[in-house]
Structure formats: structure tokens, C-alpha cells
């Protein structure tokens, strides 16, 4: 019943339970559709024939289950499996329906196609996969192996190598029998809490190919899984040339007893190892079901060898194995060599010689001279033999084998560059066989350098230190409390894990040092490059929580600290609107906000608030990000810039990580916008001052906005720096205003602008006219600009109002004031004209660009304009605000004599008085700030200190 009702998109549903013929009626956008039992035998009919009802079993069913809706409406579906995976690159797979479509309204008619829409297995925002799961029946799978084949018989292959057949008994005469016990319990420790770590990881979620590199990246991140897939695919490789180095002298040893000598042993063993290499890669390249097949036989023969082995140490000694010191079991040796004898043997150096065996690594080089003891205990000497054979044979198939897979999943992750070409696969099992090929080459290089002995104690601490790793891993993921960390398997513990690292990173120092520390160089090397190149991939990495984490706990305890003068830090919100089309106003605030203080990026919709996506909300920040610009991004709608900005003030910040001053550009089109428009602009400003804000506003010649023309060649805050062909493929929308909103639909530009915050200054001067007590905001801005590199031998430079007479005090006293702030000014200049009278043609040009805004001569009486219109002067209003405006207008005549040269101008902004019309503000804005080819600064604080001189 359920299943059917939910065919139909009900919004209301009125169900008469006590009627027999089961009728209904359901209410869809107001009109009723009757719906009677016919019909909904008929939908049951569908839906059966969709996987609703009956039996779901096989491949098939699963494929129906997919599209069987909820509950609640007809395109709406129930959980399944496939929804929760992650898409891979050139497969189609089954998703929900997007919330988009769910919230779509549907009339009659498309009610009814979508219900019969079920029949034939289709909804919408889902796409159809018969095709596809008709070719995935048809494709051939691909080869899998179960625990045993796959897992066990590998890590027993791997961990039966030639050092437990050639080196045991050299490491039990040295060391003793209990210390050798020591030794072995020792490396089954590290090799047992890290096979727990394993565990967790890998039960974490599905671990695809890849293996250590694979679980180290996706759980550490691409920082620390780069290098170690590196160096792990780089050992895994060597190790086969160890393993076919350990298998060639055997034979060569066996040649030369019999007096077969192919050239000399140096060359023979290179001979042999060529010939063994090239045999292996041929059943590698076979595929993995003939290398699995390989491994059984290897397998097999290894337990017959342990089973001749066992045998023969019973069967009593002859007298060539007694002259060999072989005796069988006996009490008195046996208590005799519990202990080593003095001076004799040294701990550590066999525990490193021994360990090597517990990771799978070092079949060995120079193993022939223990061969014959060995054999001598057997039952059969052959079977020994083909023992030691099969060890370092399969030990090198495996490593053959394991290292392209790693690094096919690496060079698949894109993370160092010109390794892409190995990233390719073939066949049902995507075999990497141009991995194959680079490998066989590595170790055909290192079978032919003949003596591996320095190189295999770096070998070593390369798996010694993926053990750490892992076990870090582990332990890091523990840590973070990630909801993400949800591994199936319980049986370990962090601290456990954080040993195991340890002990692994002790160990690598004990097998060799001096190889340890080159494995860190490179490893530090490669986690560098990482670090640089910044790779865009996102794996949930347990750095990721951890950064959360410390974010999280900084910010609430910071919570917790008083504010202070002297921690005082401009934390800016920047209506920046979409930030690639004001590049110069991103990058004058990131210059002195960067690595100190908060700066957020704010986009204000005011039209179209649906247009923007996620997408282009991610590519933003990655254009932040490549500009070197440490800023967040937030998108906001809004009616308007007042309420957008007002909301973004009220609830923007974290904590004490809150804004504390508003920063955006200079309305540039203030007079021929609409005056709903700037009087919205300077009611925002108001707000700014109610909120306890300070506030700033940068005016350049040509504006800020680059959305028209992107490439600006006649402004000097602007240089090309792409030819004129490039420039001309540039998309731009919107209009010239400076405000922080524009069109939602806008792209990333496809070339660079680089702004004059971004160029050196060298020794031009920073301007600031300290016209008015602001707390100090008008002094810090500047001198935080002077602590950046391309502002630093900028000098700065001091204007104050005074009168002629007391020129010097007033000097004077600012310069004690400066140099109680401890800032580095080079000079101070006191204005003295002050009070002079404008040029007529400047105070003309002010008169022209208030004159649309005039109350006209038969509207001075009427009382209800004004309220209506509060941008509309009254000859009353000018001519009292009269002193006001010649003042601003002078004060622009002196910045622009004593500021030509300028690289930027700082002025103290004017508060905006409740009684001042919105024009005739905007027009003191104006007159302040033009006439100048370098930017300029409108600064104001809310008249609390930023500043102090004093230590407490």
C-alpha cells in the first residue's frame, strides 16, 4: 500500500480504511485524482516488474532495488549500496535523484509518466544502466583471490625467505639460543602490531590497489603517502634483484662444485640473474592467475623442504655431519649454547641480520657459504635446494609483482609529475605492464652492479619505515576522533600503534644508521616537492581532522582571553563580491593580513541567488589559493548591499575570530546609479558604525571592478601581463560599480592580473593624512604594509593639521606620539592652510556633481520629498554644511600637491552625520579622493585604541 500511495507524489492523501473497493483520493497541487482498485493493481504491476515486490535475488535484483522509490513520493528511492560509492573514472554508476528534482513540482500528466516510468525501470535524476550492466555481464570479471591464495601463502612466502634457511643457524652459534629467541620475538612484535594496524586500516574502508602506499595516503594524505609510495615501489623493486641475487649465486655455487663455469663467479651470477629476471617477468606478464599458480608450487615446495628439514634432524648423525658439528639433538650442547660465548657476537648486528626475514626482504647476497650445513641436517639434500630455490624465487615474483602495482596506483594519483605513463593498465586485471617493464630494468640494473651489500640496508629501513608509518597512521587516525575513523576490526589499540612506529623508526637506527638517515633525506625530499606543488587530491586524510581539531580547540579557548590592545589585529571582512573580478582590493587587504590576521571574502547575491555553485564556489578559493592569498570565501544572499552587509557583520566570525573592520571599494558610479543604490551604499556605512566596526575603502583611478574590461592599459595600479590575443579571450560581465556584489554567473579569468600590491615599491612614500583621532586604525594599516617585502623600503609619511604659529609644538608632539607607538615614521608634516579657500574650478567641479541631487526651486516647501528622497540636498542643508565641503575640497588640493609621487595615500574618512543627505556625502567621499593615479585609502576606526605605548 505504502509502496503504491508513493507512486503518485502525494502532497495530501485521504484514505477511507472502511471502504471495500479501497478507493481514494489524492490531492496533488490542488486537484483531486481518484484513483480506484484497477489502478492500483496496475502500479503494483509496475512495480513488481521494477524489483519492488516478489524476489530480488542475483545481479538482476539488485539492479531493480536501485530504482524502487520510497515512501514518500514516486522519483524519491530507498537506500542502496551504490550510492554511497565513489564513481570511477569511465563507469557509470547509479545515484539518487538530486534535491533539486525531488523538490521540482509535477503536474498531472508528468505525475503519471513518472509512476509509468517505473515500468520500464527509469526516474528521474537517475540514469539508466541496462546498457551497462548488460556489457558487465557480458565483460569477463577480474581475477580475485581469496584469504588463502591471496594473503597467506603471499606474507608465508615472503616471510620464508633464504635468510631463514642460510642465516638462522650463523645467527644461533653467535648470539645463543635464548637471545636468538629474543631476537625473533623482537621482530615478531613489531611485525604483529603492525599487521594490527593493517587491520584497522584497511577495514577502515575498502583499500583498492596500492597496498602500503595506498592505506599510508589515503589515511596520512598525499604529504606522506607520495614519498613512501615512491621509496616503496623503489624497494619493492630492489628486493626482487636481492632475492634473484640470493638465488643466482646458489646456483652458481652449485655450478662451480660440479666444475661448470659459464665465464667467472662475478659474471656467472650476472648471467644467471638475467636469465632468472627475465623468466619471472614473462610469468608476471602472463597474468596473476599464472603468478598465483607460481606462488602455490613455490608454496608447496617450501612445506616439503620444512617437513625434509624437520626429518632429518632427527635421523641420527654420520660421522661426516658430526666432524661438521652437527649432532642431532643433545641436552649438554643444547644447555652449552644457550648463552653466547664471551666476546663472541653482537646483539644488534644479528638482530639486523635477522630481521630482514620478519618483512620479507634481503633473500641475501653471499649466501653460498652456508649452503652446505644446511643440507647436511636435511633428510634430502636436494629438497633443501629446491627449498632455498623456491624462498628467494617467489620472494623475487612477489616483489616483481607488488612493485608495479604500487606504483601504477601512484602515478594513477598524479602526485609527481612525468610518471603518468605508468598509470596505464591492460587487460580484466589491469595489469600494469609498463610498470613491469620499468621494474624489470631497475633490477636488472642492480643484478649486474653484482654487490648489493650496501644497498640493501637502505632497502631495509624503506620497509622498516613504511612499518612506521602505518603504525602512525593508525595511531593519527585513532587520535582525531574523526566520525569518519570507523574501522570493523577492534583488536587494536592507538598506543600499541604509536609503539609499534616507534619501535620501527629505533630499529632502522640499529640496522644501519647512516642508511636510515638517507632514507629520511629522500623521504624529506620527496615530502617537500609534495608540499610545494600542493597536488589537488582529497582523500579525508587524518591530517585533515587533526587540523580541525586544533582549529576547533585554539578557537574555543580563545574564546576564553579578554581582549587587549596590544593583541589587537584588523580582521577584515571584504566585500569583495566574487574576488577574481577585484583582484586589487583581495590582494591591498591580504598584504597586511596575511599569516596575522583574519581576512574573509564576501560575495553578496543580490539577483539571481541560485546561480552559483559549488563548483565555482571551489574554483574561487583556488584562485585565492594560487594568489597566495590566505583568505576564506562566503557567499550570501541578500536584497540588497545594507541587509547583506548587515547580516554578514551579525553573524560572520567564529568566536574571537570575528571581524572587526568592513572593507570594501569606492562607489564609483555614485552619481549616475540609481539613488536607492547609494543611498543603500552609505546606509551601509552607518551600519558599519552601529556594529562597532571600523571601516575602509579603497578608491583606485580606474575603479576595482574588472568584470568590463579585465585588462586595464590605462590604469597604472594594472600591467598586462598576457598579449593581446590572450587578453581578448577573456569572458567579463557586470558593471562598474566597486561594491562587494555583482552577476552570481561569473568564471575564472584565464590569465592573471597582477595588481601594484603585488609589485615592489622600492623608496616611494605611503602617505597618511591623520586628519582626525580615529584610535590609531589610520596609522597601524600602514605600518603593517611596510612589514611585507615589497612595501619595505617604503617610507612613510605623517600629515597633520595644525596652525602656523605652533608649527613646531605640533611637530613635535606628534613625533614623541610616533616614536611612543614605536613606529617607524621618516617624516611628519603639519598642514597649515588648512582654512584656505579651494580653487574655484575645483570647488565648480564639486558644485557640478551635487547639482543632480539639488532640491529644485519649487520643491523647498514641500515636506513630503524629503523623506522619500533623503539624497535630495535642500539649499538650506548646503549652504549649512557649506564650511564642511570647502574643507574636504582643499583638503584634496594638498594631497594631490604633496602626493603626486605617492605609491599609496591613507586619509582619515569623514563620519557620516544622521543629517548629512547620502549624496552630499558620497560627494565629500569624491572630492577627497580624486584627481590622484595612485590608490587611495579611506580609513576610519570606531574611535577605540588599535594602539598603545603602553606594556600592560
Known sequence: MGHTLSKLNARNININSQEPQMSYTVHFENAPLNVNRTERATEMRHVSKSGTTGTSEGRQGSQQDARRPSLYSTIDVVPQLDFYAKTI?????????????????????????????????????????????????NAKPPVRFGWVTGVMIRCMLNIWG?????????????????????IILM?????????????????????????????????LGPEVGGPIGMVFSFANAIACS??????????????????????????????????TVTVLLLISMAGMEWESKSQIIFFLVLMVTFANYL????????????????????????????????????????????????IGILAG??????????????????????????????????????????????????????????????????????????????????????????????????????????????FHASTTN????????????????????????????????????????????????????????????????????????????????????????????????????????????????????????????????????????????????????????????????????????????????????????????????????????????????????????LRMLDGLDMTNDMFCADNAAFKQDKSPEQQSNNDSTGDNSDLGNCQPDHHIPSCEISTVFQTKQGKKTIDVYWISDDGGLTLL????????????????????????????????????????????????????DSEHQPMAKNLERFEKSIAPFRLKSGEHGNDIVQPESPWRVSDEVLESLRMKSERKVHLNEIICRNSRQAALVIVSMPVPQSDCPSSLYMAWLDALTCGLHCPVVLIRGNQQNVLTFDCQ
Open 311 to 358: 626429518v632429518g634432524t632427527f635421523l641420527p648423525p654420520t660421522p661426516e655431519k658430526q666432524a661438521r658439528g652437527i649432532f642431532g639433538y643433545h641436552r649438554e650442547i643444547f644447555m652449552e649454547n644457550l648463552l653466547p660465548e664471551k666476546g663472541d657476537g653482537d646483539f644488534f648486528n644479528q638482530f639486523a641480520i635477522f630481521f630482514p626475514s620478519a
Open 482 to 697: 574523526s566520525p569518519g575513523w570507523r574501522p570493523s576490526f577492534r583488536y587494536y589499540n592507538r598506543w600499541v600503534a604509536l609503539f609499534g612506529a616507534v619501535v620501527s623508526v629505533v630499529v632502522m637506527f640499529m640496522l644501519t644508521w647512516e642508511a636510515a638517515l638517507i632514507t629520511f633525506c629522500i623521504l624529506l625530499f620527496l615530502f617537500g616537492y609534495v608540499i610545494y606543488k600542493k597536488p589537488e587530491v582529497n582523500w579525508g586524510s587524518s591530517v585533515q581532522a587533526s587540523t580541525y581539531n586544533m582549529a576547533l580547540s585554539y578557537s574555543v579557548s580563545l574564546s576564553a582571553v579578554e581582549d587587549h590592545v596590544k593583541n589587537y589585529r584588523p580582521q577584515c571582512l571584504v566585500l569583495t563580491g566574487p574576488p577574481v573580478v577585484r583582484p586589487a582590493l583581495v590582494d591591498f587587504v591580504g598584504s597586511f593580513t596575511k599569516n596575522i590576521s583574519l581576512m574573509i571574502c564576501a560575495d553578496i547575491l543580490m539577483e539571481d541567488k541560485t546561480a552559483l555553485t559549488q563548483r565555482s564556489t571551489d574554483n574561487i578559493v583556488k584562485w585565492l589559493n594560487l594568489r597566495k592569498v590566505r583568505s576564506f570565501y562566503t557567499v550570501l544572499n541578500g536584497d540588497s548591499l545594507r541587509e547583506g552587509t548587515k547580516t554578514l557583520m551579525q553573524s560572520t566570525g567564529l568566536g574571537k575570530l570575528k571581524p572587526n573592520l568592513l572593507v570594501m571599494g569606492f562607489k564609483t558610479n555614485w552619481r549616475g546609479c540609481s539613488p536607492y543604490s547609494m543611498e543603500d551604499y552609505v546606509n551601509t556605512i552607518h551600519d558599519t558604525f552601529d556594529a562597532n566596526y571600523g571601516i575602509c575603502i
Open 365 to 474: 647476497a653471499n649466501i653460498s657459504g652456508d649452503l652446505k650445513a644446511l643440507t647436511m641436517v636435511s633428510g634430502v639434500e636436494p629438497i633443501i635446494i629446491a627449498g632455498i630455490f623456491a624462498a628467494s624465487l617467489s620472494s623475487a615474483l612477489g616483489f616483481l609483482v607488488s612493485a608495479p602495482k604500487v606504483f601504477q596506483c601512484l602515478c594513477r594519483d598524479n602526485i609527481y609529475p612525468y610518471i603518468g605513463f605508468f598509470a596505464k593498465g591492460y587487460g580484466k586485471n589491469d595489469e600494469p605492464y609498463r610498470g613491469y617493464i620499468l621494474v624489470y630494468f631497475i633490477a636488472l640494473a642492480f643484478i649486474l652492479i653484482g654487490d648489493l651489500d650496501l644497498v640493501a640496508p637502505v632497502i631495509s629501513n624503506f620497509f622498516l619505515c613504511s612499518y612506521a608509518l602505518i603504525n602512525f597512521s593508525c
Open 89 to 137: 573514472v569511465g563507469q557509470q554508476r547509479r545515484c539518487r535523484p538530486s534535491l533539486e528534482v525531488l523538490r521540482k513540482s509535477f503536474d498531472d500528466g508528468d505525475t503519471a509518466s513518472n509512476a509509468e516510468g517505473l515500468g520500464n525501470g527509469s526516474l528521474p535524476g537517475i540514469p539508466d544502466v541496462e546498457g551497462s550492466v548488460e556489457g558487465a555481464k
Open 187 to 219: 621482530s615478531v612484535v613489531i611485525t604483529s602490531v603492525t599487521a594490527l594496524s593493517v587491520c584497522a586500516i584497511a577495514t577502515n574502508g575498502r583499500v583498492k590497489s596500492g597496498g602500503t602506499y595506498f592505506m599510508i595516503s589515503r589515511t
Open 242 to 275: 636481492l632475492n634473484t641475487v640470493g638465488f643466482a649465486e646458489t646456483v652458481q655455487k652449485l655450478l662451480k662444485e660440479h666444475d661448470a663455469i659459464i665465464v667467472d663467479d662475478m659474471n656467472d651470477v650476472r648471467i644467471i640473474g638475467l636469465i
Open 781 to 832: 594599516i600602514p605600518y603593517l604594509l611596510t612589514r611585507r617585502k615589497r612595501w619595505r623600503h617604503s617610507k612613510v609619511r605623517v600629515f597633520l593639521v595644525g596652525q602656523q604659529q605652533t608649527i613646531e609644538e605640533d611637530r613635535k608632539e606628534m613625533v614623541i606620539l610616533l616614536q611612543r607607538f614605536r613606529l617607524d615614521v621618516d617624516d611628519v608634516i603639519v598642514i597649515t
Open 162 to 182: 633464504v635468510v631463514l634457511f642460510l642465516r638462522l643457524p650463523t645467527i644461533t652459534s653467535s648470539v645463543g639460543i635464548i637471545l636468538t629467541w629474543v
